[in-house]
């Protein structure tokens, strides 16, 4: 299920879920932030499936809601239909969908029609876990206590930074920080990355939209995710973007690898 959160009590979604050879404790989060009077981040955790995707609409009116909701729709609806076969030709076929329906949607509307799109699938068998991302939101992955950025923002300012354009923390990078270069409604259509990643029981992912990477410094997000339980780190995340400000809507999803395997159940509060 995927909805918008009402209100700015931090309160995840919850559930557990079996994956092959291993359990997955999930929960994931939602808070409009102090800056805008709607949220348009749109957050999914499948309550049967180990599948979670994070998406920021861009703006604050029609053309961010639009885009947001068709693309988690289209994705959610192609992944749970293809589903236990979906690998990379599925997952590139489902953006490709989503791309075609939100330019569809844009030319119907006066005004800019895109969102980012960060997406976690794990396999059956528990083995690895595919990545999707298009735009700025992002995947982290907390492995033997380094956390480490899984995914590229398709950014200026990330490419300016890489090619040594501009220094980090000078104003023309933080102006470029928000041209993105790839999108999902981009008029020329770009791929998204698709990441194929080996999974390990010990592991904690993180995906979140930059309302919570632009605000929660690298320290306080591996503390948070360090301790082990996921619906208390996405807790822990959205207080502290809007104890930072809360200058954006912020989504955190955060999923926990176990041993062993339990039956699907979800919990939603």
Do not use: I
Not at 3 to 29: H, N, Q, Y
Not at 47 to 76: C, H, I, Q, Y
Not at 235 to 251: I, P
């Amino acid at each position: 299920m995927f909805r918008r959160a009402p209100s700015d009590r931090p309160e995840p979604l919850t559930c557990r879920l079996a994956a092959g050879r291993v359990a997955l404790e999930v929960a994931g989060g939602s808070v409009v932030g102090h800056r805008y009077p709607a949220n348009f981040d749109v957050l999914h955790v499948d309550p049967t499936l180990p599948f979670v995707a994070v998406v920021d609409g861009m703006g604050s009116g029609e053309g961010a809601r639009v885009a947001g909701t068709t693309t988690m729709t289209t994705l959610v609806e192609a992944v749970r239909g293809d589903w236990p076969t979906v690998g990379a030709h599925e997952l590139r076929a489902a953006v490709a969908d989503a791309r075609s329906l939100v330019r569809a949607a844009g030319a119907r509307l006066t005004e800019l029609t895109g969102c980012t799109l960060t997406a976690l699938l794990v396999e059956p068998d528990g083995e690895q876990v595919w990545l999707v991302q298009l735009g700025d939101s992002r995947a982290y992955r907390l492995r033997d206590g380094v956390l480490e950025l899984m995914t590229v923002d398709h950014t200026a300012a990330w490419l300016g930074l890489l090619h040594g354009w501009y220094r980090a923390g000078s104003a023309e990078a933080a102006r470029a920080r928000y041209q993105l270069l790839r999108y999902v409604g981009h008029p020329d259509n770009p791929d998204a990355d698709l990441l194929a990643v080996p999974l390990r029981v010990g592991d904690t992912w993180l995906l979140c939209t930059d309302g919570v990477s632009d605000q929660v410094d690298y320290h306080r997000m591996r503390e948070a995710l360090a301790g082990g339980d996921p619906k208390r780190a996405v807790r822990s995340l959205l207080t502290s973007s809007l104890a930072e400000g809360g200058e954006d809507n912020a989504t955190a999803v955060v999923l926990r690898v176990r041993p062993g395997g339990v039956e699907g159940e979800g919990e939603h509060p």
